[in-house]
């Protein structure tokens, strides 16, 4: 048969039940990488997210969680008790 537009058919035959056909062993999809600092992800309203911004740009930090680090870090110094800080320790080290 002769191909005039350059076209081609594809079948594709879809997996079933995650098994390779050549050896009879589920096929597992590779794991994402991990990242620390990517563990969770938080809402925050978008006045908040433009005053992070504008602290990374104040600050040269490139990622927002560097600036909530300093935040946190911050505070806990300054405005927390010693008992609160002690707390805070305990909760923080799990």
């Not at 005039?4 to 039940?17: A, E, G, L, R, W």
């Not at 096929?27 to 006045?47: D, H, M, R, W």
Request: net charge positive; charged share 35%.
């Amino acid at each position: 048969m002769e191909n005039k537009n350059n076209s081609f058919v594809v079948t594709v035959t879809p997996i079933t039940d995650n098994l390779d056909l050549n050896t009879d062993k589920r096929l597992q999809a590779p794991e994402k990488k991990k990242f620390k600092n990517q563990e969770g992800s938080i809402k925050v309203p978008n006045e908040s997210k433009a005053e992070l911004e504008a602290l990374m740009k104040i600050t040269k930090k490139k990622f927002a969680h560097e600036i909530i680090d300093l935040l946190i870090n911050n505070y806990v110094e300054k405005e927390l008790t010693t008992e609160q800080k002690m707390k805070f320790k305990l909760l923080t080290e799990i």
